[in-house]
């Protein structure tokens, strides 16, 4: 992965930026990994197949800056 490239990625539905979760490995291609990222104004995730290099320049990416937003509200009582 070059260093120009951007580490982001936007949810297909709404735009906006996604955020990192994890990555694992992808149980039929063993040279990808299977990395989630989620959308918090959509409350949704996205999984997608990318190379190792790939996965853990977004891991590293998104390793400084802090803790996710807080999930949208559930609208149940506690």
Avoid at 42 to 61: E, F, I, K, Q, V
Wanted: glycine share 4%; with cysteine; hydrophobic share 30%.
């Amino acid at each position: 992965m070059s260093d120009e490239q951007e580490t982001t990625a936007r949810c297909p539905k709404c735009g906006e930026q996604l955020i990192y979760v994890t990555s694992v490995p992808h149980p039929r291609s063993p040279a990808m990994q299977r990395t989630t990222f989620v959308c918090y104004p959509c409350n949704r995730t996205w999984s997608y197949a990318l190379t190792p290099a790939m996965a853990t320049a977004y891991a590293a990416a998104n390793a400084d800056k802090g803790e996710p937003p807080p999930a949208p509200a559930s609208g149940y009582a506690s």
